[in-house]
């Protein structure tokens, strides 16, 4: 029995060779390792001229303390600006609602609760202008506070990527007096 599977696979090879499967199988697979070994070889030869084309260069001066960075101190002090300024907007609405807050509560009865209260301004037209009077103040105080958190939110990933690139040797960190002539 271990002879004729012996011999069988001396007439399978027999047949595999007569039809040439097993020279084209080996001819491709050496052109494929032939073509990684390529590849591998050019990302090696590109890898080193990039190395001396950045060794050549200086490395890039950045920023690593954002509040030593004066345009983004800039934008903090212009969205504090703007926000105050909202606000100032927005106080003599809020006056106005506290006046008539303490109209409504002499009004009353004494030891009227809050939700008297409110039900008493609900009845009012004037209260209810200033309500939306309040509402659109504080959506013009909110849009620049919004505004500012996406620029910090910003600034902080380009940061953490300036100071990934001091790490890495890539950039040198500015130094506080360069920041500022900025």
Known sequence: ???????????????????????RARSVSMLFVCMLVAA???????????????????PEVVVTNRMQDPVYVKALDASRRA???????????????????AEVRASLPAGADNQAVKNELAKRPEWKALEVENARALAEIEKPRLEMLE???????????????VAEGRAVPAAPQEAQKK
């Open 1 to 23: 029995m271990v002879m004729g599977v012996f011999f069988g696979v001396r007439r399978m090879l027999r047949m595999v060779k007569q039809t040439g499967c097993v020279d």
């Open 40 to 58: 591998a070889g050019c990302k090696r030869r590109s890898g080193q001229e990039g190395q001396g084309q950045s060794a050549a260069r200086s």
């Open 151 to 165: 620029k910090a939110r910003r600034r902080m990933l380009a940061e953490a990527r300036d100071v990934k690139a």
């Open 83 to 101: 926000q105050n300024q909202a606000a100032s907007a927005r106080a003599p609405v809020v006056a106005k609602m506290e006046a008539m807050i």
